[in-house]
């Protein structure tokens, strides 16, 4: 690939991946809201929607909106900077394997989302948990799960986009993004669950400590994928967003 295209994409991968999941994040803030609090509380999520509707408190679904839409612009933006990163590093050293640019290429996303995203996510639950935060949140308590939550949902839309880049139209692309999508939630859950869960716990643990409580001590297995519904709602459109943006781009 030759400099001045990469240049150009230095600037357009980020803004477009970006602006595409800024949109997305408005409409989708109010599923965010309802995952934290139902993590926190184990609330159903008929019960949180029903209190605050009752109550007429409509502005609560929203109360993390401007962070979580930053957040995700951000995000959004350090995919894109992968995907950059991803061609650059072609350049240097060439790899043809398919299975290992996919893995190279999820590797990138999660490292460089988590590295950009850390603050901002921090201060995006702690908003959306506010009175239930029992100390001061810190970075450190969410950094292993979240990294390890962004490189597997970052395999969801680069794996569509190598399975269908070649077809033509964008149905199968959508298809198969969705599918793909809805089996990294469930991976991805429990460490979304541990990160929301550490931020301004009560008591610290590491993510592994947290997760041991919870399926060996506590012995609630299933309680790990609490949240899941909303999560799908999430990174199903998110994941068909960046799909798309990549073969519009023609990554």
């Not at 640019?101 to 996303?109: E, G, N, P, R, T």
């Not at 669950?193 to 592994?208: E, K, Y």
Request: with cysteine; net charge positive; proline share 3%.
């Amino acid at each position: 690939m030759e400099l001045n295209s990469l240049l150009y994409r230095f600037f357009l991968d980020p803004l477009s991946h970006g602006v595409a999941c800024f949109l997305l994040a408005y409409v989708l803030a109010p599923t965010q809201f309802v995952k934290i609090v139902y993590q926190e509380t184990n609330e159903s999520y008929t019960a949180i929607i029903r209190r605050y509707l009752q109550a007429r408190n409509f502005k609560v679904f929203f109360s993390g909106a401007h962070i979580y839409a930053l957040r995700q612009f951000i995000s959004a933006s350090s995919f894109g900077f992968s995907q950059w990163l991803y061609l650059s590093s072609l350049r240097f050293c060439p790899v043809s394997h398919i299975v290992l640019l996919m893995i190279w290429q999820s590797f990138l996303v999660g490292v460089v989302e988590t590295v950009i995203t850390l603050y901002s996510e921090t201060k995006e639950i702690e908003a959306n948990k506010r009175e239930l935060l029992k100390r001061k949140a810190e970075m450190k308590d969410i950094f292993t799960p979240l990294l390890i939550r962004n490189i597997l949902a970052g395999s969801a839309p680069i794996l569509a986009y190598e399975v269908t880049k070649n077809m033509e139209g964008w149905v199968a692309n959508m298809v198969i993004c969705a599918l793909l999508a809805i089996a990294v939630s469930a991976l991805t859950m429990p460490f979304d669950l541990i990160a929301t869960q550490n931020c301004g716990s009560a008591v610290r643990m590491t993510w592994i400590g947290r997760l041991r409580q919870t399926i060996v001590v506590e012995k609630q297995f299933w309680s790990i994928f609490n949240g899941l519904a909303m999560r799908i709602l999430q990174i199903v459109p998110y994941s068909i967003a960046h799909s798309v943006v990549m073969l519009l781009m023609g990554s």
